[in-house]
């Protein structure tokens, strides 16, 4: 094992490994002593994917390398570009080009939150540059060099890496979104529109859920975040799929509590690293 104290935490295959990584960029629950937020600890815990490191706990001893992050979403998001930044939030003029997204402008959830638990403001000033860069330089790049690096292994020693990275959504879509008060289905997986995968990985992750019980979707309601779209490469053998679970498998959407079927969904998802890592292996 390996950690980054606030940074990261990976885990490494016990038995028989695999190049395939499970990365959970957004489930950490450090809170940095400089993020000073004005909004109630509760709101801000919200945007949390609370419990997915822990359900895919088992991957490592299916032969897969765990790697989540520590620190909160809140504080910078480890799924988002380095330039979706919402330029009015920070004081000054950010020192290179920003390219704010639909999530950063509109949502204001893009690199820096704004905002949290919907619509309450995270802070009452705007940002230095200095404390921004400090965010990206000790938090998001390490983070995004120790994952870029186990896919760099994955190709010095086989020719190829399979990348999933792991979050959860909301049960029934919110008010912001096109799916409004939809049930979705148990599992999205998103590859960007063919993009940051082959189609056969999709189609051994789709059908593998399916199998185990679920009802999946393919690129809806997400079509994939930075993680993927950063580290994806299908055609230099990199292969990247981004895993959206809904939180009503396991918890309470409403609070942070786990369900009775926790556990079992838990074991579920050991079984489909299982599958995962099989196929991996059947391809080196």
């Known amino acids: 094992m390996r950690i980054l104290p606030g940074v990261l935490t990976r885990e ?10 499970f990365d959970v960029p957004r489930s950490g629950c450090h809170y940095p002593n400089d993020f000073s937020p004005v909004a109630p600890f509760r709101a801000i815990h919200e945007w949390v994917s609370k419990h997915v490191d822990d359900l895919y706990g088992l991957a490592p001893q299916r032969g897969a390398t765990l790697l989540v992050a520590s620190f909160a979403n809140a504080y910078i998001d480890a ?66 060099s120790e994952l870029g690096a186990l896919i760099q292994r994955g190709l ?33 997986i998103s590859d960007r529109d063919g993009t940051t995968s ?25 079509k994939g975040a930075d993680s993927i779209r950063r580290h994806g490469n299908p055609a230099g053998g990199v292969n990247s799929l981004q895993i959206e679970m809904v939180k009503g498998l396991y918890m309470q959407d409403d609070n ?8 079992r969904v838990r ?15 059947s391809k080196i």
């Open 12 to 21: 490494d295959p016990s038995d028989n490994p695999v190049p395939l990584i």
């Open 267 to 281: 074991e579920d998802l050991g079984k489909f690293a299982a599958i995962a890592s099989a196929y991996v292996r």
């Open 198 to 222: 082959n189609a056969e990985f999709l189609d051994v992750v789709v059908n593998a859920f399916r199998e185990l019980g679920y009802s999946v979707s393919v690129n809806d309601p997400f």
């Open 79 to 144: 799924n988002r570009s380095l330039s979706d930044i919402d330029p009015d939030l920070i004081d000054g003029v950010w020192p290179e080009p920003l390219e704010p997204s639909d999530k950063s402008a509109r949502l204001g959830i893009g690199l820096i939150h704004k905002v949290c638990a919907g619509d309450i403001p995270l802070y009452d000033r705007k940002l230095s540059i200095a404390e921004v860069q400090h965010r990206i330089e000790n938090y998001y790049k390490p983070y995004h």
């Open 256 to 263: 942070f509590n786990k369900s009775a079927d926790y556990d």
């Open 156 to 188: 010095d020693q086989h020719g190829a890496a399979w990348h999933l990275s792991c979050h959860c959504m909301a049960t029934i879509g919110p008010d912001y979104a096109h799916d409004k008060g939809k049930r979705r289905a148990d599992f999205c």
